[in-house]
């Protein structure tokens, strides 16, 4: 249990607890009361969090795709590779950035003007459904998302697609089937979760403002409610 990927586990699973905690509370509290209201601060404030422990859940599934990558194709120097400190530097620089990363949207947020309706169409303060209120110029927030936001999302996935790439070919001179077969299993679970995650992700953010639809809503209750349930489902039964 001291091993580098039980390490990421319970990492993984704190965010979860804290991401879900940043929702789903105030999901069920509006669909069992008459009055389904948010301060502009608490809205900000959900989608502060939500930011940065979906972020840290990003970067926590590359940290866990560079310990898979290390696993397989250099097993003799594993336990020298991830090290104690290698590792609590991965979830450090998860952290930092996540927190820095979602400052700069919701500052971004709040110097817009919002004097129209004041209905959020979600069950959270997401970002796309709270620009769609704002009356003053969105360009700036839009153009951040697609770069700096495309960046930060684009950059562990690049990581996790590398690292299974490597697998794959490290895997694939395995000569026994047997061989091939128990080295896939042990991605299968993070495969699974990575698969999930930024499929429903991409749908979501990586398309025009302007295209946003409640078909968005059921994708984003996919990684924010169903995904965190999934997780402890996905990882217990492979363990």
Do not use: W
Not at 55 to 65: G, K, P, R, T
Not at 205 to 225: E, Q
Request: aromatic letters at 14%; charged letters at 10%; proline letters at 4%.
């Amino acid at each position: 249990f001291h091993s580098p990927m039980y390490f990421f586990l319970s990492i993984l699973s704190f965010a979860g607890i804290c991401y879900t905690t940043v929702i789903v509370p105030k999901m069920l509290a509006n669909f069992l009361s008459q009055t389904k209201t948010i301060s502009y601060a608490e809205c900000l404030a959900q989608m502060y969090f939500f930011l940065v422990f979906g972020n840290v859940d990003n970067y926590l599934l590359a940290a866990m795709a560079i310990d898979r990558y290390v696993a397989i194709c250099n097993p003799f120097q594993y336990v020298t590779v991830m090290n104690p400190r290698l590792c609590m530097l991965l979830v450090v620089f998860a952290i930092t950035f996540s927190c820095l990363h979602s400052l700069l949207h919701v500052l971004l947020m709040n110097r817009l003007t919002f004097c129209a309706s004041n209905v959020i169409h979600h069950f959270f303060c997401d970002v796309n459904p709270v620009l769609k209120l704002a009356c003053s110029s969105t360009s700036v927030n839009e153009v951040v998302a697609m770069t700096e936001g495309l960046a930060s999302v684009m950059a562990p996935f690049a990581c996790i697609i590398i690292s299974y790439l490597r697998i794959f070919i490290a895997v694939l001179s395995i000569p026994s089937t047997a061989g091939k077969c128990k080295a896939f299993s042990t991605c299968s679970s993070h495969l699974t979760v990575v698969i999930l995650c930024y499929g429903s992700i991409s749908y979501v953010y990586f398309r025009p403002l302007s295209t946003y639809t409640v078909r968005d809503r059921i994708a984003a209750m996919m990684y924010t409610v169903l995904l965190s349930m999934l997780n402890p489902l996905i990882y217990t039964l492979r363990n």
